[in-house]
């Protein structure tokens, strides 16, 4: 009943002190033998509500009791007070010390320096988290300005090459930069620049773009393309390697010939032809040998609507021209035939 978990909430009847069970006594300046009478006979002790008066006589065989001489002070023995207390004592008789360990607190305040610890450990933790988060956000902040700057100056040094304006616009992942080069052929003037670029001048051009970029990032993989806005189509992709090696893929089919494919043709005799009339349909096909076969079909809007053929014949022969192609021509107003062009 003595080992109770619940220290430091002792009650006893009177003062409890450390005795000595007959004859140590406590002086100011050090230890000494004394006989003591008790005057007060034996006193009671109640722990939590409890009378325990006999449980400590007959189990330690001392009673507590008081002594008038030294002004009525209470002594228990102190193996009682230490189960009491709910910790362990030892006495050294060589000193005359009564040692009480609270061996539980001990434990305790062991587990708590331990937790102590490990909470210590957890927050240096957080702190490096929280410090590498801000070094990515400050690394990722300042590749966007890098990659921005990068872009502006790509298309200072390569805006405009051979005559042929090149928008650059540049792409980060966290191992790929994706250059994207447009162009728009939609204006004539433009589109006879690129026409006449020469293949190899198109492909330093994206061999050159793709070195500047892996220089200034090192550690990423460099793609791209050169895009027709106009046609909607991919015209050339580009890759480059581990060993700095940039490999190019042609789609420009029909440019790298010197003259428009038919589809080519087909775009172009619309484009001119719809200033004389209504134009219904254009059909293209491949000729051979150069040449391009095509019918063309007006609008029948009645007779004074109907386009003058020789105006015709001139638009055929400028897209003739500007594509370096032979056309040959069927050209329909309503069902009427009207030119035949060869």
């Known amino acids: 009943m ?20 007959s004859t140590v006594a406590f002086a100011a300046n050090g230890i000494f033998d004394k006989k003591i009478t008790a005057t007060h006979g034996r006193i009671k002790l109640s722990y939590q509500g409890e009378d325990i008066t006999k449980s400590v006589e007959d189990k330690y065989g001392a009673p ?16 009682a007070l230490a189960d009491i207390m709910g910790v ?18 001990l434990v305790l305040n062991k587990q708590l320096e331990l937790k102590d610890q490990e909470i210590a450990a957890l927050q240096a933790e957080i702190n490096q988290l929280k410090n590498k988060v801000k070094e990515e956000e400050k690394k990722e902040e300042s590749s966007k300005t890098d990659i ?27 191992s790929r930069i994706t250059a994207t080069i447009t162009i728009d052929t939609k204006d004539y ?23 500047d970029i892996s220089k200034a990032f090192k550690n990423h993989k460099v793609e791209g393309s050169i895009y027709d806005n106009y046609q909607r189509y991919t015209l050339y992709t580009f890759t480059m390697n581990n060993n700095g090696k940039v490999t190019v893929s042609d789609r420009d089919y029909g440019y790298d010939y ?3 494919d038919y589809r080519d043709v087909e775009r172009e005799l619309e484009r001119d032809l719809k200033k004389l009339g209504t134009i219904e349909s254009i059909r293209t096909y491949e000729g051979n040998s150069n040449r391009v076969d095509a019918t063309i079909v007006f609008e029948d809007r009645g007779n004074s609507n109907e386009p003058d ?9 400028e897209v003739e021209r500007y594509l370096d192609v032979y056309i040959y021509a069927k050209v329909y107003y309503g069902n009427h035939l009207i030119l035949n062009y060869n």
């Open 2 to 21: 003595f080992r109770s978990k619940k220290t430091k909430k002792v009650v006893v009847s009177s003062l409890l002190g450390v005795m000595l069970l």
């Open 64 to 79: 507590a009791f008081t002594v008038k001489e030294y002004d009525g002070r209470a002594y228990v023995p102190v193996r």
């Open 88 to 105: 362990s004592v030892t006495y050294d008789s060589s000193t005359h010390t009564a040692s009480f360990v609270d061996s539980e607190k």
């Open 148 to 174: 921005k700057e990068l872009e502006k100056k790509l298309n200072k040094d390569y805006g405009v090459v051979d005559d042929v304006s090149f928008d650059i616009t540049l792409k980060e992942t966290s």
């Open 189 to 211: 003037y433009e589109s006879n620049a690129w026409r006449k670029m020469r293949v190899a001048d198109k492909k330093s051009l994206m061999e050159d773009i793709a070195e």
């Open 258 to 260: 010197g003259y428009g």
């Open 309 to 317: 053929m020789y105006d015709v014949r001139d638009a055929i022969k």
